[in-house]
């Protein structure tokens, strides 16, 4: 079965960075899009970031642009979340995500069919 596992959250202090790592199992997803979603308590499950393929085309959330990074690791089949300049309003639980099909939109919660378990990210002022 195809698996998707964060790891990497922890609790900071602002201005601090933290590093997400999702590891991929079960199949390759070069190819891919995948993605980074956050869910603060109350609030709806937000798009954070997204690459479309290994390489290709990143799009950002407006609220953490210039601060957060994804990347990838092919042969390890892992996405990365690199995030900078924390600030207490990027405290929330921090899921990964992937699909298969190349046409969907990559910022929208509901077009992606495989899912982390969630890796708690908190910020303090």
């Known amino acids: 079965q195809v698996q998707l596992e964060e790891s990497g959250g922890g609790l900071v202090q602002a201005g601090g960075s933290l590093r997400l790592s999702c590891a991929a199992s079960g199949r390759t997803f070069s190819s891919y899009p995948m993605g980074w979603f956050r869910q603060a308590p109350g609030k709806e499950r937000e798009f954070v970031a997204a690459?479309?393929?290994?390489?290709?085309?990143?799009y950002y959330a407006d609220s953490v642009k210039g601060r957060f990074t994804i990347s990838r690791d092919n042969a390890k089949n892992t996405v990365y979340l690199q995030m900078n300049s924390l600030k207490p309003e990027d405290t929330a639980v921090y899921y990964c995500?992937?699909?298969?099909?190349?046409?969907?939109?990559?910022?929208?919660?509901?077009?992606?069919?495989?899912w982390g378990q969630g890796t708690q990210v908190t910020v303090s002022s």
């Open positions: 995500a992937a699909m298969t099909n190349y046409y969907r939109d990559v910022r929208s919660v509901n077009e992606y069919e495989y």
């Open positions: 690459e479309r393929w290994s390489g290709g085309t990143t």
